[in-house]
């Protein structure tokens, strides 16, 4: 019986020394001083792909509110761009190849623009669209956009 409880003992000891160490290091954190973090809008990614990172180019963040009936113009992206959508309902015509691909976002929904990627967004909701976008790999001091002329895929644009 002594056996079992020594074995005991030490399990509990374990126990409480393992997650002292999973936890210690947030009760051990030194908190901030002095800093404010205003979340600006959050949004649950709906894209499949990537964006990559390049040491010493720009990375540029904006808020674009566009309002309805408006839109973006055809684009691109040097670097691409991650797009939270904070407020409002945009539509997405994405030119690829000789096609014409269609999406709608809305508040709380995220997306990507992928390096190239040609598109027009357009405000197809009742109020304005506000987004915060994100752009990589912008070349330094440069514009994080790139105008494009109609490629013509989307009919009635």
């Not at 160490?21 to 949004?43: E, F, I, K, W």
């Not at 963040?61 to 761009?81: D, E, L, N």
């Not at 304005?128 to 013509?152: A, E």
Request: hydrophobic share 40%; charged share 15%; with cysteine.
């Amino acid at each position: 019986m002594r056996f079992v409880k020594s074995k005991l003992s030490w399990a509990l000891f374990l126990l409480g020394i393992m997650g002292f160490a999973a936890y210690g290091g947030d009760v051990l954190a030194t908190p901030p001083s002095g800093l404010n973090n205003l979340l600006l809008a959050r949004g649950t990614d709906q894209s499949e792909g990537t964006l990559p990172i390049e040491e010493g180019m720009d990375i540029v963040v904006a808020q674009i509110t566009v309002i309805p009936g408006g839109s973006s113009g055809w684009h691109s992206h040097p670097g691409g761009a991650i797009v939270v959508v904070h407020q409002g309902i945009l539509t997405v015509y994405k030119s690829v190849g000789s096609q014409c691909q269609i999406f709608t976002d809305s508040a709380g929904q995220a997306f990507i623009e992928r390096v190239g990627e040609v598109d027009d967004v357009v405000n197809t909701g009742e109020i304005p669209y506000v987004l915060y976008v994100t752009f990589p790999r912008v070349p330094p001091g440069g514009s994080p956009r790139i105008d494009v002329p109609d490629p013509g895929t989307c009919p009635g644009l």
